[in-house]
């Protein structure tokens, strides 16, 4: 590329991946975290949420991929007048080190309204494998050398504690998930009341073991489904109203609900399978890839983020 | 950033990956082509073949991934001396777009660079799965949106065809390996002679796959060892004189001395298994993953290539 009529030489990024710490006390190691975001709807609360991150907004950026559809344009636009508003026109200090916003086209997963039940079931492994490749075009795009954690975060989670980043990256671990849980109204005792909501967040039964070797290599175990009970031990039911907040457990599953991961983890190559990988796909498979790389997942049953209600 | 006083907003970029086009003729549709490099040694030879493809260099990225030891910083400093030629002070026609250089220290399967030590079978699985995470360091970290296709092409690749990219790409295929072969001094005939060399191109064979199915889920076959057989069919065998250059073939296993790969095939998340993966690891097993992702091989058995003879 010329400029002012002499050659400038094109750019060489020399990057030393072992100067990338990935570290419990990020803000302190200027450690860059990259914010994932898959979005079919964009919400306010889910935007208010984000900006209110005390993780230094210099150090982070977004990335969002959004499909290529009537809802995904409107929340498209949606997401860029907010990013219009806070990059331009907001204080300095709120604003990103960059976002990225990706569009793509997928292949619609097979809807069919009036089918029975174990017909869900099906249409969820297309919609998962979906969400895998979602998740995948995103990551392999957006994570460059520079990047110590990512921090995926689904475009319904509307709150969190504002230390979020901080409290996860505290625990040091290479996959680190809090408990997401959703707010309602309970018409019983007609008080705001809350229930869990990700139950991808779990760890593995002797049932669940079998029942995946009794299955063909190309089928899929499901969490949450009455007619194929897993038995496993959910993170959604072990929450403790009055214990440590930083409680920790082994998961052997995680959902994308919010979910912090070491740069490292990625790089050595676990993504999401969008095939059945031990009988599991998308983010419960990313468990269990991270795991054969060598990386084991914590999960924090007393840390509460929360999910839209629609 | 602070520019002249004057706040300057932080970049946002939009990309619509459906825009990024992947078609046979990637000239002509100007299409960024991203080669990728895991590097343990320079070679001269090296970089004079890849300043001789005739791909026009201001649509190429070049990634270089080199290990952190005595070996890797001689490379270094070698490689960027090349570097600081081409992109300073020569031809701007000679320019690459930009370039990328990664170091990484891995645990060093083994110690020796030799060649004998390096392919015999215990050494094998631990190299290679070493090797897998470099190249998935590799790719997770350098692979933008705006990236067509990723050219595998490993540094002691010392002669290519000039249009390589573009008679691969012409094929029009997920992924699509050359023939990969090497010259030597053959002391019977006292000439100058050539031989196959990379054996990871392969049809599958019902002898691999019984032996494979024979295996614990943590057994790894190996290609071009005579302990064990799998009685595959060898790309590297399938080179005929006087046919047809551009004859394909598919192929169930891959090399990455060189491979044409479609960007989104990786972006759908194929990736080079650093663990048993239906008992592949490494390019073997990114082709049974890119497989089970729908994107299937080939090869062309008559289109060569050339390793370097240490
Ligand atoms: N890019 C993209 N994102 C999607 C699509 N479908 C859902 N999402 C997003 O992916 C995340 C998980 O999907 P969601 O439907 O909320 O899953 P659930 O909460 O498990 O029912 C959310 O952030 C969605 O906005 C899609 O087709 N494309
Ligand atoms: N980054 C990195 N590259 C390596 C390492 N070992 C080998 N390579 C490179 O990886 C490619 C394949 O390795 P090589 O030893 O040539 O494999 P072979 O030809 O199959 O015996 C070559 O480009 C090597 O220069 C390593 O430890 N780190
Ligand atoms: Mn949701
Ligand atoms: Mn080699």
Redesign the interface.
């Known amino acids: 590329s010329k400029n002012g009529g002499k050659?400038k030489?094109?750019?060489?990024?020399?990057?030393?991946?072992?100067n990338v710490t990935i570290t419990h006390n990020p803000v302190e190691n200027r450690e860059n975290v990259l914010i994932l975001t898959p979005m079919a709807r964009f919400y306010q609360e889910y935007w208010d949420n984000l900006m209110k991150l005390s993780y230094p907004h210099e150090l982070i950026t977004l990335g969002f991929i959004l499909p290529?559809n009537k809802e995904g344009n409107a929340a498209t636009s949606e997401l860029?007048k907010q990013?219009a508003k806070t990059?331009?026109s907001g204080p300095?200090k709120a604003?990103?080190?960059?976002?990225?916003?990706?569009?793509?086209?997928f292949d619609p997963p097979i809807s069919s309204q009036d089918e029975v039940e174990r017909h869900k079931m099906q249409n969820q492994r297309a919609r998962r494998a979906a969400m895998?490749?979602a998740r995948?075009?995103l990551?392999?795009?957006?994570?460059?050398?520079a990047v110590s954690w990512v921090l995926w975060l689904d475009a319904d989670i509307i709150e969190t504690p504002p230390t979020l980043i901080q409290d996860l990256a505290l625990h040091d671990k290479p996959l680190i998930a809090p408990n997401c849980f959703q707010r309602y109204y309970n018409t019983e005792t007609k008080k705001m009341d809350e229930r869990p909501y990700d139950f991808n967040n779990w760890q593995d039964s002797p049932t669940a073991q079998q029942l995946g070797e009794k299955m063909g290599p190309d089928e899929i175990l499901l969490e949450g489904y009455q007619d194929m009970p897993t038995y496993r031990s959910l993170m959604a039911f072990m929450y403790k109203p009055d214990e440590d907040k930083h409680t920790e457990v082994p998961l052997d599953g995680v959902g994308g609900t919010a979910l912090l991961v070491k740069a490292d983890v990625?790089?050595?190559?676990a993504?999401?399978?969008?095939?059945p990988f031990y009988h599991l796909i998308e983010t419960e498979g990313f468990a269990k890839m991270a795991k054969?790389?060598g990386w084991q997942a914590t999960g924090l049953p007393n840390y509460k983020v929360y999910h839209y209600n629609e």
Chains 1, 2 share one sequence.
Request: aromatic fraction near 10%.
């Open positions: 050659t030489p094109p750019p060489v990024m020399r990057y030393n991946l072992n290529k860029q990013i990059q331009t300095e604003r990103f080190n960059s976002i990225i916003i990706l569009r793509q086209e895998a490749k995948n075009s990551l392999f795009t957006t994570l460059g050398p990625h790089r050595d190559g993504m999401f399978p969008a095939f054969r790389l």
